[in-house]
């Protein structure tokens, strides 16, 4: 393995994870809940890989640059999908206060 192959390999991820939350935005934009979660799941997937990814001391310039840019996208789409899913998961925390409101009332009702 050469000293550019880590690199690569970590800039290969962080291309991955840029396409990822690109389809998670789409998917976000189309409240196709499901298929965002499924793309999340690839995206820690490769969060995890870049973790045990041996990085050279130095990124050259070139992939310094490539890396820096596709961050400035993964935290751009993040910073929409957010935007984007906090009315869904403000609204899917009322339905589970109010289902646990309810079987705490019933729990109660039965316990007496």
Sequence with gaps: MTATEPARDVVALYEEIARLTGHMLSAAHQ?????????EAGCARCIESIKGCPVPARLSEEARQQKIELLRRILSDDREIRKLTAPWMESVGKLLGTANTQCLIARAYRDE
């Design 31 to 39: 409240a196709d809940w499901d298929r965002l979660i499924e793309l």
